[in-house]
Nanobody
């Protein structure tokens, strides 16, 4: 079955960096677009980054452009989110997502807290 497992979250000071990973299994990873979403306390889940099957195309929310970079390693069935210059408003649970045959699949998320 499809599994997405995020890791790499934690507590970081403003201006710091974190690298999130999402390990995928149960489907042909290299054939599917991958996405990162986040959900802050009391807010709706929002799309943060999208990456094409080859990694040649990426798209970002305006709020993270220039600070976050999404990449993927199809040999390792893993997608990454490099987050730099973190701000307190980046605090959220970050989720990995893919869509197969019209159905969305989600990981359990990893918590990122940006605080001094």
């Amino acid at each position: 079955q499809v599994q997405l497992v995020e890791s790499g979250g934690g507590l970081v000071q403003p201006g710091g960096s974190l690298r999130l990973s999402c390990a995928a299994s149960g489907f042909t990873f290299s054939s599917y677009v991958m996405r990162w979403y986040r959900q802050a306390p009391g807010k709706e889940r929002e799309l943060v980054a999208t990456i094409s099957t080859t990694g040649g195309y990426t798209n970002y929310a305006d709020s993270v452009k220039g600070r976050f970079t999404c990449s993927r390693d199809n040999a390792k069935n893993t997608v990454y989110l490099q987050m730099n210059s973190l701000k307190p408003e980046d605090t959220a649970v970050y989720y990995c997502n893919t869509r197969l045959n019209g159905k969305d699949y989600w990981g359990k998320g990893t918590l990122v807290t940006v605080s001094s």
